[in-house]
């Protein structure tokens, strides 16, 4: 399978504990994004990366998210103290930069419970 | 800033029949790009088609296609003979290209559940 992936796919947690996702993007995919999607929302963008450049940051990336791409590849996303507002679906996505139409392949989305 | 409205949470069909989902945006950006992305019941979200707004021709591919009114800023999705496949979270989708670059956001609306029945 070589779609964007995603791991893992369900993290349940406490409020105060840190929780790190990781996103593999298709492999010819030099750009990748998160998104965060509320039960019956739409997705809202966090984050995104082309290469190693961390190249646009969402209001909504609080000081207690990071996230990283630090060889161009895969991608982490990290959330300190969680609480219980953090709880909601965490989607990849990837794309190439040269495509005309940007198209962006979302992976299966990580589901975060805090507790 | 740009914004993206789907004003029907929910819509319902009969498997074959035709059903429209509505979408408007805002934006003063002139070179966008529009798109409907599909996401089924628990499974990952998929590109259902895209429009380039400096065409006026509206997008088709197979069964579905777009009704695009750049004046009113309107973007709505036709589904035709519906199949119980169809059934699934819509949304409309957005983002900003300028002097060739494609800025990377997508801007998506608060989706229109679909559901077909048999």
């Known amino acids: 399978d070589t779609g964007v992936s995603q791991d893992p796919r369900h993290k349940i947690t406490k409020r105060g504990q840190n929780v790190t996702f990781r996103c593999d993007p298709i492999?010819?995919?030099?750009?990748l994004y998160w998104y965060r999607q509320t039960l019956g929302q739409g997705p809202e963008f966090l984050t995104y990366f082309q290469n190693e450049a961390q190249l646009e940051k969402s209001r909504l990336l609080s000081d207690r998210f990071s996230a990283e791409r630090p060889k161009g590849s895969f991608s982490t996303l990290e959330i300190q103290r969680t609480e219980q507002g953090d709880s909601a679906m965490y989607l990849c996505?990837?794309?190439?930069?040269?495509?005309?139409?940007?198209?962006?392949?979302f992976g299966p989305g990580t589901r975060l419970t805090v507790l | 800033a740009q914004t993206v409205t789907q004003s029907q949470p929910e819509m319902s069909v009969q498997e074959a029949e035709t059903v429209t989902l509505s979408c408007t945006y805002d934006?003063?950006?002139?070179?966008?790009?529009l798109f409907w992305y599909k996401q089924p019941p628990s499974r990952q979200m998929i590109l259902v088609i895209r429009?380039?707004?400096?065409?006026?021709q509206n997008a088709t591919e197979n069964r579905f296609s777009v009704n695009f009114q750049k004046a009113a800023k309107s973007f709505s999705l036709k589904i035709s003979d519906s199949q119980l496949g169809d059934t699934a979270m819509y949304f409309c989708?957005?983002?900003?290209?300028?002097?060739?670059?494609?800025?990377?956001?997508?801007?998506f609306g608060q989706g229109t559940i679909l559901t077909v029945h048999p």
């Open positions: 492999s010819e995919h030099n750009r």
């Open positions: 989708a957005f983002f900003v290209r300028r002097g060739g670059t494609s800025y990377g956001k997508l801007t």
């Open positions: 996505a990837s794309s190439f930069e040269k495509f005309l139409y940007n198209e962006q392949f």
């Open positions: 934006t003063s950006e002139s070179n966008y790009y």
């Open positions: 429009q380039e707004a400096y065409k006026q």
